[in-house]
């Protein structure tokens, strides 16, 4: 798989920009596959993290990167990819007083000047709930404003590190009020020790705070120094738990033991704007 010329394609322009993706960083399992399809998931502001989440293999430390130039290489490196639609993503950055959001919006309006046509979506930390710096991402206009929530109330604080599941709640809900026609997208990754009704109810509390989409992934153990797997779901359990998720009103549900947050992120848009054209007829 690693001799797909698209991917090694992708993989040496990444480095020739010296930009980073979480399709390595976070050594996600649907590589090989998105690079063979020309889409990759951008991750700015550096590789070192300022949390340390239990389950996340990113480099975390005292980050020494901000690289004001980063934006327009993103932008650039799109361009020569050709994307139709690119996701933008970060570590955490609580060194930086608005948490990196205006990095966010100049990449963003970089994206729109070189690639008017690609649809852009954002996964962003938590900035602390400052609201002020949500403003600032929500401004540039992205087409979905992705934020996760990784797991169940109960299972947070152990999982997460300083991210809170109401203030995640409550960032998905500031992002609707601040921008209505812009879908909202969060995430849960399964088998750290949630309960099934505890599952049932985080999708009832992203419905509740009008989320749109929502992606349901097996979690895998990165190293033996992270949190060991609790369960592993079958896909009968994923199918079900997409019903789930349908009706209670989800515009989309990727639901799968290999789904992660990006994983065909072209197709959430498209159901995004088909469930935002049904309910405006």
Not at 193 to 219: F, P
Not at 235 to 260: M, N, T, W
Request: glycine content about 4%; hydrophobic content about 35%.
């Amino acid at each position: 798989m690693t001799n797909n010329e698209n991917y090694q394609e992708i993989k040496s322009m990444m480095r020739s920009k010296t930009l980073h993706t979480v399709c390595e960083e976070a050594r996600c399992p649907n590589i090989y596959e998105c690079w063979a399809n020309r889409t990759a998931t951008f991750m700015i502001l550096g590789d070192i993290c300022t949390r340390a989440c239990r389950f996340c293999a990113v480099n975390t430390g005292m980050p020494t990167e901000l690289d004001l130039q980063e934006p327009e290489r993103v932008a650039e490196a799109a361009e020569k990819m050709g994307l139709n639609h690119c996701v933008i993503t970060s570590v955490a950055r609580d060194d930086l007083k608005d948490g990196g959001a205006t990095i966010f919006a100049e990449t963003i309006r970089a994206m729109r000047k070189r690639l008017p046509l690609c649809s852009v979506e954002v996964l962003i930390p938590d900035f602390m709930g400052d609201i002020d710096s949500l403003k600032i991402v929500m401004d540039a206009k992205p087409d979905i404003l992705n934020h996760n929530i990784e797991t169940v109330e109960r299972m947070s604080d152990r999982v997460r590190a300083r991210a809170k599941y109401p203030r995640s709640m409550e960032l998905l809900r500031n992002s609707k009020q601040l921008q209505p026609d812009i879908p909202t997208k969060s995430s849960i990754m399964l088998g750290v020790g949630e309960e099934w009704d505890e599952i049932l109810q985080a999708m009832d509390d992203l419905r509740a705070v009008d989320c749109d989409i929502l992606t349901l992934g097996q979690y895998l153990q990165p190293s033996p120094k992270h949190l060991n797997v609790a369960k592993y779901y079958t896909p009968d359990e994923f199918a079900i738990l997409k019903e789930e998720g349908l009706k209670r009103g989800f515009s989309h549900v990727e639901s799968g033991p290999l789904v992660r947050s990006s994983y065909h992120a072209h197709e959430q848009v498209k159901s995004a704007s088909k469930s935002k054209e049904a309910s405006t007829v």
